[in-house]
T-cell receptor, first 111, second 113 residues
Framework: GDSVTQMEGPVTLSEEAFLTINCTYTATGYPSLFWYVQYPGEGLQLLLKATKADDKGSNKGFEATYRKETTSFHLEKGSVQVSDSAVYFCALSYNNNDMRFGAGTRLTVKP | DAGITQSPRHKVTETGTPVTLRCHQTENHRYMYWYRQDPGHGLRLIHYSYGVKDTDKGEVSDGYSVSRSKTEDFLLTLESATSSQTSVYFC????????????FGEGSWLTVV
């Protein structure tokens, strides 16, 4: 079945470092792809999304490009801040009734 | 804020007891979802609803039932709780006006002892 694989964490970076969190997917069709972020004690918040190949989603300095040829949707940010510390989830969905999530990657940014 | 309220937010219960979690939404969303979050698994869909009295199973529905007698409330019931159902449960809604984005509630932490 369709699935999402994320790089294992935790990831620890210094403030202003470059961030990449890898996400690859397995799908029979052409799903929409998402990144969600979860801050401690809270629910998931949509960070960005892309609905078709070569689309780039971006928000709050984060971006990810839907790469059909490599079945990837890697999350990047040029300069992370302490406030970016959270758990990040990659997900895919065709019709939003069965969104498949990766296991999550915990990011800690140190001052 | 998608107007989602979950209750209770935290609960400890004993094995074999019934438990009901409530999800309440104030914006008349048609689609509602229950997910569970476990380490190493991300979030997995338990059940979803596409209207009053219309529900369907998700990936991990065994041991759970749901009901939706009115648009604003979607109830998740564990008929006889087991330790494997210790988890964080998230309710979610689908927002058509924002490209069918799914928004999550703040979660309900359930511990079965």
């Amino acid at each position: 079945g369709d699935s999402v694989t994320q790089m294992e964490g935790p990831v620890t970076l210094s403030e202003e470092a470059f961030l990449t969190i890898n996400c690859t997917y397995t799908a029979t069709g052409y799903p929409s792809l998402f990144w969600y972020v979860q801050y401690p004690g809270e629910g998931l918040q949509l960070l960005l999304k892309a609905t078709k190949a070569d689309d780039k989603g971006s928000n709050k300095g984060f971006e990810a490009t839907y790469r059909k040829e490599t079945t990837s949707f890697h999350l990047e940010k040029g300069s992370v801040q302490v406030s970016d510390s959270a758990v990040y989830f990659c997900a895919l969905s065709y019709n939003n009734n069965d969104m498949r999530f990766g296991a999550g990657t915990r990011l800690t940014v140190k001052p | 804020d998608a107007g989602i309220t979950q209750s209770p937010r935290h609960k400890v219960t004993e094995t074999g007891t019934p438990v009901t979690l409530r999800c309440h939404q104030t914006e008349n969303h048609r689609y509602m979802y229950w997910y569970r979050q476990d380490p190493g698994h991300g979030l997995r869909l338990i059940h979803y609803s596409y209207g009053v009295k219309d529900t369907d199973k998700g990936e991990v529905s065994d041991g759970y039932s749901v009901s939706r007698s009115k648009t604003e409330d979607f109830l998740l019931t564990l008929e006889s709780a087991t330790s494997s159902q210790t988890s964080v449960y998230f309710c979610a809604i689908r927002e058509p006006s924002s490209g069918n984005t799914i928004y999550f509630g703040e979660g309900s932490w359930l511990t079965v002892v």
